[in-house]
């Protein structure tokens, strides 16, 4: 799967007739997608620890490739730390190895 990255996006407000004024005229907000370490960051919950357990646990990436600037990459572990838009991938990710153990609990039955 491709995953085309948005950096960011153009958003017209309609507040106060705006979308209707022209173009030079009108409000314009540059929205952007900040990545998992940006939003860690930015809390101040940001800490090399997010990365260390991140990168402790996720060994590789198949089948995700990222299109950013209008350059295709296979996906790699840090990319989904370092690339906006990929914050419900990385939190997915991270709910799973947290609830993972490595004693097959099973077997012990």
Sequence with gaps: ?????AKQKIFI???????EAEKGDQIRITIGFPSVS???EA???YD????FSF???????????????GKIKDAEP????ETPGLIE?????????????VIDKKKLK
């Design 89 to 101: 991938l990385f939190m997915e990710i991270k709910d799973e190895y947290e609830k993972l153990t």
């Design 13 to 19: 407000p309609e507040f106060n007739g705006n979308k």
């Design 78 to 81: 840090l990319d989904i730390i």
């Design 48 to 51: 090399n620890q997010v990365v």
């Design 55 to 69: 990168l402790s646990h996720v060994k590789k990436v198949e089948g995700l490739q990222l299109e950013i600037d």
């Design 1 to 5: 799967m491709i995953y085309t990255i």
């Design 38 to 40: 940006e939003v860690a």
């Design 43 to 45: 809390s101040g919950e």
